[in-house]
Nanobody
Framework: QVQLVESGGGLVQAGGSLRLSCAAS????????MGWFRQAPGKEREFVAT???????AYGDSVKGRFTISRDNAKNTVYLQMSKLKPEDTAVYYC?????????????????WGQGTQVTVSS
């Protein structure tokens, strides 16, 4: 069982930056593939980024080159550094975890979810 708590959301102007954090409980954090997803009002939850225990990562097309996912296994924490933010990045951002191996980009592939943190980008 893993519990995930996101933090770091807020209001930022277009072109600005934010760093989201996701703190995980449990002693086997390093075994989990971690992901970030987002959901805007009226839209489906969208894949943002994922990272394996080794640090290998993948990104959604809409955030490539602007967002960076990283993890600190000693701190049981995964981060999402967001730069060059756009109004269309406005959404609730969710952290997720799965023991499934490989690159995981679909919501159904994740077993554990945080409560989400709101990111609002003003134009």
């Amino acid at each position: 069982q893993v519990q995930l708590v996101e933090s770091g959301g807020g209001l930022v102007q277009a072109g600005g930056s934010l760093r989201l954090s996701c703190a995980a409980s449990g002693r086997t954090f390093s075994s989990y593939v971690m992901g970030w997803f987002r959901q805007a009002p009226g839209k489906e939850r969208e894949f943002v980024a994922t990272i394996r225990w080794s640090g290998g990562s993948a990104y959604g097309d809409s955030v490539k080159g602007r967002f960076t996912i990283s993890r600190d296994n000693a701190k049981n924490t995964v981060y999402l550094q967001m730069s060059k933010l756009k109004p269309e990045d406005t959404a609730v951002y969710y952290c997720a975890a799965t023991l499934s191996l490989g690159v995981r980009t679909r919501t159904l592939e994740y077993d554990y979810w945080g409560q989400g943190t709101q990111v609002t980008v003003s134009s």
